[in-house]
């Protein structure tokens, strides 16, 4: 098995959530913005055996809030989580982390397959001033009540949204809004469907059912990819991972227990 390589700086061990079997087959998931790495919580929960998830937290998130939000930087980050293990992995995200995920497809050695959820709305033309516009209302909210005044109301909401223990983790590791704006700009520069036609790896899509905004695109980014299926996660909206965990957990260990990490 060759050693995975990493693409720039270490990852300090202390921003990277362990679960599972230790030494098993490896599954690394990429959270959403503005969330951290609980957000992985309740696939953490519905984990099947054989399987071991590290979830580190991304650039401008978490515990790393300190650092400007960067796709390389976050590409860096997972490769780097890879080779310290020195083992392949299937790299699952959702929504940022779903784009990441196909970026990593073509960019991080040691990727078997990726799990793509909520990321197959292409981020160009209209699409993109829509996602962009999308973030306008959090903006506004922020300059009226203050970001740590919208924070407190923030907290507050989460746990009748998401399961309450995600939602006091996630919060408890420190919800960045302004990571959001930071993540959309970044993702309207990338030629979202290029990322689709460049991975190299198998992938597997995860929507929620009523992700409508999302499914759009789904027919079109099947198309561009070499090998693709996709899951819906019925009833879930934009998401899956955190209104759906058990699905997205059982999507993103799939291609682990059908062997595709022994092909390194």
């Not at 962009?132 to 959090?138: F, Q, T």
Request: net charge positive; hydrophobic share 50%; charged share 20%.
């Amino acid at each position: 098995m060759e050693r995975a390589q990493s693409l720039g700086a270490a990852v300090a061990p202390d921003v990277i959530d362990r679960y599972g079997e230790s030494g098993a087959a490896l599954v690394v998931f990429l959270h959403g913005s503005p969330a951290n790495r609980k957000a992985a919580l309740g696939i953490a929960r519905a984990l099947p055996p054989g399987i071991e998830l590290l979830v580190p937290d991304l650039p401008g998130h978490g515990s790393r809030a300190g650092e400007p939000f960067a796709i390389d930087r976050s590409l860096e980050v997972l490769a780097e989580t890879i080779a310290r293990e020195g083992r392949p992995a299937v790299v699952a995200g959702d929504s940022l982390g779903g784009y990441l995920a196909l970026a990593a497809g073509s960019r991080v050695p040691g990727v078997v397959a990726v799990v793509a959820g909520g990321c197959t709305f292409e981020m160009r033309g209209a699409a993109s001033r829509l996602a962009l516009a999308s973030d306008l209302p959090l903006r506004l909210a922020r300059q009226i009540a203050g970001a740590r005044r919208l924070g407190r109301l923030i907290d507050r909401i989460l746990p009748y949204v998401i399961d309450r223990d995600s939602a006091r983790a996630v919060s408890a590791a420190g919800l960045r809004l302004e990571a959001r704006g930071e993540s959309i700009r970044a993702l309207a520069a990338l030629d979202t469907g290029a990322l689709v036609e460049a991975c190299h790896v198998p992938i597997v899509f995860v929507n929620g059912s009523r992700d409508w905004p999302t499914r759009a695109g789904e027919r079109r980014f099947l198309a561009r990819a070499g090998a693709a299926e996709l899951v819906l996660a019925a009833g879930s909206p934009h998401g899956a991972s955190l209104f759906a965990p058990a699905v997205f957990a059982a999507a993103s260990c799939a291609p682990s227990r059908a062997g595709a990490t022994d092909q390194i």
